[in-house]
């Protein structure tokens, strides 16, 4: 059975840093495209970064220089690094592998004061 669980989110002030993972079982990563998402109140779900199974990353323009994807191959897990953090970050962030189906995470929450 596939099982993605995020992890590392909570509340953080503006300007500070957080760092989610997404550990994986029942599948292995390493050759796996992964995304991270993220879904706002009342907004949809929206790709935040993505590292490819060759690991090629891309980022939404909204954090393009804050933010890094990577992947831990030893742990099978996924990492988003986020940094220089604003209240426009604040969502429920997902993980997601792509193997033929789509595996989603549970989430985690961010929340960034202001």
């Not at 997404?22 to 009342?42: E, F, H, N, T």
């Not at 220089?65 to 604003?86: C, E, P, Q, W």
């Amino acid at each position: 059975q596939v099982q993605l669980v995020e992890s590392g989110g909570g509340l953080v002030q503006a300007g500070g840093s957080l760092r989610l993972s997404c550990a994986a079982s029942g599948i292995m990563l390493r050759d796996k495209s992964v995304g991270w998402y993220r879904q706002a109140p009342g907004k949809q779900r929206d790709l935040v970064a993505r590292i490819s199974s060759g690991g090629s990353t891309s980022y939404a323009d909204a954090v393009k220089g804050r933010f890094t994807i990577s992947r831990d191959n030893a742990n099978n897990t996924v990492y988003l690094h986020m940094n220089s953090l604003k209240p426009d970050d604040t969502a429920v962030y997902y993980c997601r592998a792509e193997a033929g189906f789509y595996f989603w995470g549970q989430g985690t929450q961010v929340t960034v004061s202001s």
